[in-house]
């Protein structure tokens, strides 16, 4: 897991990675702030974005964003967990968030 999150974040772009488990439990970061904080957010992100789909049947989640003032955060679904990836100023969250998926579907 470790090594998965270390590869997501030396994308051009991101910030820093958080893998996390479904419940919400950090299983590996790169991250220099609070990695629980930021693995809450992908959490939470993700089981939302997975009922939003589920109910209006559109498929297994792909992705997720959410932007704020200053800082975007993408959320992929892996195998058992998701990724949550801080994306740095200017960047395009949605390249990263295709390099990241490539990477993740080779990585299965």
């Known amino acids: 897991m470790v090594e998965i999150a270390q590869i997501l974040a030396k994308i051009d772009g991101v910030g820093g990675a958080v893998l996390v488990a479904e419940d919400g439990i950090v299983l590996a970061h790169t991250l220099e702030g609070d990695p629980e904080k930021e693995g809450a957010v992908a959490a939470f992100l993700g089981a939302a974005a997975t009922q939003a789909g589920e109910a209006m049947n559109l ?15 993408v959320v992929l679904k892996g195998k058992e967990y998701f990724v949550g990836l801080i994306i740095q100023e200017g960047a395009s969250p949605a390249l990263i968030a295709s390099r990241a998926e490539a990477f993740l579907e080779g990585a299965k």
Do not use: P, T
Request: proline residues 0%; without cysteine; glycine residues 6%.
């Open 59 to 73: 498929g297994r989640l792909k992705r997720a964003m959410i932007s704020m003032a200053n800082n975007h955060i």
